[in-house]
């Protein structure tokens, strides 16, 4: 595998960093999909500032100040009944599907 070009390894170091910071201002980075407890209701939602936030189906305009809390990858405890909620998908590359095309004549 070849290594990257010095300048891309330094952009992806400073993406990081802003990313680590984002998450440190309590700002959702979209590096997953967002989290819903199914047995009490509790769901994350994005604002227009951009901040995490989490609420309740019931009111989802207040922020109740919960935080799921990180288990193991893809899966995080839900702070409001403890339980274990799993990440529908992990944010990744999409696979490209190979598409297979006729010869020409």
């Keep these: 595998m070849k290594k990257s070009p010095p300048p891309l ?18 700002m959702f980075v979209d590096d997953r999909e967002l989290l819903a407890c199914r047995r009490c209701g509790l769901a994350e939602d994005v604002s227009f500032a951009g901040l995490l936030i989490t609420n309740c189906w019931t009111d989802s305009s207040e922020d109740t100040g919960l935080r799921f809390k990180k288990i193991t990858s893809g899966k995080f405890r839900c702070p409001k009944c403890g339980a274990t909620v799993t990440v529908a998908s992990e944010k990744a590359t999409p696979k490209t599907k190979q598409v297979k095309r006729k010869p020409r004549k």
Excluded: I, N, P, Y
């Excluded at 390894?9 to 309590?26: D, I, K, Y």
């Design 9 to 26: 390894r330094s952009l992806a170091r400073q993406l990081a960093a802003v990313q680590a910071e984002a998450r440190t201002l309590g």
